[in-house]
């Protein structure tokens, strides 16, 4: 009998393998189904392509040019110039290669290291931004890079341009490194020791400084002319006179018109070489962009925008990765879907001032959307923008036609998301990616509105042309300029009358005024001393010089007034200043009182009184009154006819014996005393006959005419 296995039950099992190889078949065509409907859905947005780095980028553009400038600078280094610094970079001798970016592109000081490495060229390479030179290095090529970069940073002032910066870099590469490394001590050197280049540029506010000042200058030189000669002239008049003025009938009638033509003459100097000493019109080295510079990053990022909504800046450091870029893709498919929601345009891009915008974020935005509109298949562009700054990280949202609170996204955005706090403040990509995640969880929760609403019309900047040029110098400031001018001369009149007064006021105080003609009977000496008489005759003349000057050359008798008082000065030489000391011509004691006679006629012709003879007895006493036989001497009986002042006329009336002891008498040699007349025939004698008659005698006593 043989052994034999059980017969298996072939239905059960044939049941089970018909369950498996079913469920088999299941699963592969639902993983088939998710294979093909997973590019359904990428072909209904677009893929989040990984972003390329930016040293990449940028060693392509150097493949392409050796020059590479930003297209984000346009009010201070257009596209333009990329010739002119081609054209510069020409003089180094080796290959050279050229990076223009804004400022703090440069993610770390191995840029341009990663770009050499990209590019795989060596050379010297060079990194410039809106203020010059920043970084430059050499690889595989002799170029003292550091040592250029150090001259031309100090050796320039901060606004002379990136231009003019790269020009002073290549010159000192071009001199070899051992004259470079010593420039660029020297250079290093005086900045140590304080030095600093003077500023190329001026501003607005400077302008308004020169308006202010040429205002001022404008106003306040004409009327100081206008004012203070005849001010001066006033007191120079009051002031006691050391020499005779010039005769009012010889003086040239020109010279009434000379201080208006003066002052006519400085107000139109001043106004015509003004503009040639304030010589600036322009604010910067920044020339003037073309219409294609002011577009060229608008219509980059349009183009950018219209294949894909999240446009990364390819020149600045990459802040999302490539999962932030595909949640946020994701994010906004999502968006666009839901109720009251639409597209979403999101830009990473720096806003500068420098850029075409004016660093203004909402302008920028209005700008890309109109752009954006044209392209096809886009239509109105209506939307979120969303502007990130890729280098402050700052995000700000503008809605164009959507049913969202515009005003709530442009104002009311949360700080955490508009500007990030202290641990987004720290980190290099600003957590730019969570913040934007945040963002777009704040539209999801933002609510709608019955109709679509706009953030409005944006606020225009300068441009370009307006913004680097100076204002006018006959502007601005110009007018409070002129009315700070008036008043500048004036207080300059207030000041300069106050001070002439005080000096007068001494002056006349050394040089006191003569007294009135009543009171010189009075209080004159009979025996007067030598220094007596020199001290009268000096005031009576500068007194006689000071009313000549000033006689109105109408009055007749002036020419009288003038042929006295010509005949003191004669007696003195014609220096009043002369009599202070003895020895001097016109200082003996006959000669000084025949000065204070004739400066006294002088005085009293100007005032109307042309009495021809003083007082006999004492010629000190003034004017006379009248005549009379008198005795005035004690010998004898012999009586003379004299003119006497009221004074001695009375006396000789009630008290004829007092008129003796009035007798003036003048030191004589060896400190005797004369009588003023004696002897017959002196300088004195001829006063008997008369004041002209002593002037003629006195005409005829010098040799000086």
């Known amino acids: 009998m043989t052994d034999e296995r059980p017969q298996a039950d072939r239905t059960g099992a044939g049941v089970i393998r018909l369950l498996l190889t079913l469920c088999g078949l299941t699963a592969l065509l639902l993983t088939s189904a998710t294979l093909v ?105 002799s170029a003292p ?25 290549v010159d000192v590469v071009a001199q070899g490194p051992e ?35 040429t205002g001022i200058a404008l106003t306040a030189v004409p009327l100081t002319i206008l004012l203070l000669a005849p001010c001066v002239r006033r007191a120079r008049r009051r002031f006691p006179r050391a020499k005779p003025p010039r005769p009012a009938a010889t003086r040239p009638k020109w010279r009434r018109l000379l201080t208006p033509s003066l002052a006519l003459a400085a107000a139109a100097a001043i106004a015509l070489t003004a503009p040639l000493v304030f010589d600036e019109t322009r604010r910067s080295a920044a020339p003037l962009p073309s219409a ?71 302008l920028f935005a209005a700008a890309v959307r109109a752009e954006l509109g044209k392209a096809d298949g886009v239509g109105e562009a209506d939307g979120v923008y969303v502007v990130a700054d890729p280098l402050t990280g700052y995000i700000d949202v503008f809605n164009h036609g959507l049913r969202l609170e515009s005003y709530r996204l442009l104002f009311d955005l949360p700080e955490s998301i508009a500007y990030g706090d202290d641990r987004s403040n720290e980190a290099d990509d600003h957590l730019l990616g969570e913040r934007l995640d945040a963002l777009m969880t704040y539209l999801d929760k933002s609510p709608r509105t019955e109709e679509p609403t706009t953030s409005g019309d944006p606020m225009r900047v300068p441009s370009p042309k307006a913004e680097n040029s100076l204002p006018p110098l006959f502007a601005t400031d110009f007018g409070p300029g002129l009315f700070v001018g008036v008043v500048a001369a004036l207080l300059l009149l207030g000041l300069v009358a106050g001070v002439l007064g005080i000096v007068g006021a001494v002056l006349r105080r050394r040089r006191p005024a003569p007294l009135p003609t009543e009171a010189l009977p009075l209080t004159a000496p009979r025996e007067p ?82 009495n021809n003879r003083c007082c006999g007895v004492n010629p000190l006493h003034g004017p006379s009154a009248g005549r009379r036989h008198v005795r005035v001497s004690a010998q004898g009986n012999r009586r003379r006819m004299l003119s006497l002042c009221p004074l001695c006329l009375d006396s000789a009336v ?34 008997g006959d008369g004041i002209s008659r002593l002037a003629d005698r006195a005409r005829e006593s010098t040799d000086v005419h």
Not at 150 to 155: Q, V
């Open 654 to 687: 009630a008290a004829p014996r007092e008129l003796r002891e009035r007798v003036l008498t003048l030191p004589g040699p060896a400190g005797t005393r004369v009588p003023y007349d004696e002897p017959e025939g002196s300088l004195l004698s001829a006063l």
């Open 37 to 141: 409907a997973a590019p359904a859905r990428a072909a209904d947005k677009p893929a989040a392509s990984p972003p390329s780095t930016q040293a990449a980028h940028l060693a392509d553009r150097l493949r392409e040019n050796p020059v590479h400038v930003t297209d984000q600078l346009p009010r201070e280094i257009p596209r333009s110039m990329a010739p002119d610094f081609a054209r510069i970079a020409e003089r180094t001798g080796v290959p050279t290669y050229v990076l223009v970016l804004p400022g703090q592109s440069a993610s770390d000081d191995d840029l341009l290291s990663a770009v050499h490495d990209r590019l795989g060229r060596d050379g010297l390479y060079v990194l410039l931004d809106e203020s010059g030179v920043t970084e430059a290095a050499a690889y595989g090529v």
């Open 145 to 169: 890079a550091e040592a250029a970069r150090t001259t031309a940073a100090f050796e320039l002032p901060y606004d002379a341009g990136p231009l003019r910066s790269f020009e002073r870099f």
């Open 179 to 213: 004259k470079a490394e010593a420039r660029a001590d020297a250079a290093h050197e005086q900045f140590r020791d304080g030095y600093e280049p003077e500023e190329m540029y001026i501003g607005p506010s400077d302008r308004k400084n020169q308006s202010f000042v």
């Open 292 to 362: 294609a510079d002011m577009t060229a990053r608008v219509e980059r990022v349009a183009a950018g925008l219209a294949r894909d909504p999240v446009y990364v800046d390819p020149e600045s450091p990459q802040v999302l990765d490539a999962a932030q870029l595909s949640r946020l893709h994701d994010r906004i498919e999502r968006f666009g879907r839901s109720e009251g929601g639409g597209p979403v345009y999101v830009t990473l891009v720096p806003h500068l001032s420098e850029d075409e915008s004016a660093g203004a974020e909402e």
């Open 529 to 610: 001393t030598e220094a007596y008489l020199r001290r009268q005759a000096r005031t009576e003349l500068t007194a006689a010089a000071q009313a000549v000057a000033e006689a109105d050359l109408g009055n007749e008798t002036v020419a009288l007034a003038w042929e006295r008082f010509d005949a003191a000065m004669f007696l003195v030489d014609g220096d009043i200043d002369s009599m202070r000391s003895s020895g001097a011509p016109g200082t003996d004691p006959a000669s000084l009182l025949a000065v204070i006679v004739l400066a006294r006629a002088a005085r009293n012709a100007l005032d109307g009184d042309t």
